[in-house]
């Protein structure tokens, strides 16, 4: 017999608003000395230079300022665009099954896995809008560039009277486009991986919800596997943001290439895939587990 949520939200998009800042949060902050020995790990200055394994948690606050907002408008985008398509498709069968008396079930396979990858991309680039800012100001605290993420903020802020309200949106958003395509490929290989594997539970189990611990390894074995893929990127992006100076992304990868060859853009891939399949558990785990307690089934 089913039993009701003891707090119950109405709204499936109000569920993921809360679940997904509540993930956010319980994530960034469990999982952010890793994350830092990471950063250290990317930076052009090196790992001893960049702090070694002191103040592993430089630049929290930036961290507990954007990561539930962050994460909150990731997952209502997702949601909304995943119901938006699925209800596309559903109108679509439904055509077809008057015009021919049968749904093609290729088309429905085929049509969901690209539904999910449709949907973590919006969700993505909408999340980069607050996402990118915080990198900018946590990984400049993280590598001791400065002391604290206020101060490395105050530094951004102070550049105004020099470049100006344009440059100094520029320079918080340092790294926007290269972020993007880092997080596009990330979540287009992630997500459709752990609704792969939650569908699967579901039909073989024969049950209509998921548990949080089924859904928190999933997204550890989905994050692991798009953490790798996607660890040059993230190299590309930690450099763009720790650069003194403003650079180019091709410029830049050049330059690399010539310094110290392709092995620099699989830097930190050891604690990215950990700190991601960990990461993976605790993010996809505790929304599951906020959303079922919302009233929500997934």
Excluded at 2 to 23: D, H, K, M, N, Q
Aim: charged share 15%.
């Amino acid at each position: 017999m089913a039993t009701s949520s003891p707090i119950s939200v109405e709204g499936p998009f109000a569920r993921a608003l809360i679940a997904g800042g509540l993930a956010g949060t319980t994530v960034d902050l469990s999982l952010y000395p890793i994350d830092t020995l990471k950063t250290r790990l990317q930076s052009s200055a090196g790992f001893q230079p960049s702090g070694g394994f002191r103040g592993v948690y430089a630049g929290v606050g930036s961290a507990l300022i954007g990561s539930a907002p962050g994460a909150a408008l990731f997952f209502v985008t997702y949601e909304s665009a995943k119901s938006f398509l699925k209800s596309r498709r559903r109108r679509q069968e439904a055509d077809r099954t008057q015009l021919d008396g049968s749904v093609l079930g290729w088309w429905t396979t085929t049509s969901e896995p690209i539904e999910h990858m449709i949907a973590a991309s919006v969700g993505e680039v909408a999340a980069c809008a607050v996402r990118v800012p915080t990198e900018v100001v946590k990984q400049r605290a993280q590598a001791v560039q400065h002391a604290s993420s206020m101060a490395a903020l105050k530094a951004i802020l102070g550049q105004r009277a020099k470049i100006g309200v344009s440059g100094v949106w520029r320079e918080l958003y340092r790294g926007w486009s290269v972020t993007v395509m880092r997080e596009v490929p990330f979540t287009v290989i992630q997500f459709p991986l752990w609704e792969g594997m939650k569908e699967w539970r579901r039909r073989t189990q024969g049950k209509e919800g998921i548990s949080a611990v089924e859904s928190g390894v999933f997204g550890s074995l989905a994050g692991a596997v798009a953490a790798g893929v996607t660890t040059p990127l993230d190299v590309l992006k930690t450099r763009m943001m720790l650069a003194k100076e403003r650079q180019a992304m091709m410029p830049l990868l050049a330059q690399i290439l010539k310094d110290t060859g392709p092995t620099a853009f699989f830097a930190g891939m050891g604690p990215r895939v950990l700190w991601i399949s960990a990461g993976g558990a605790i993010f996809l785990g505790s929304y599951q587990w906020a959303y079922n307690a919302l009233g929500g089934v997934q």
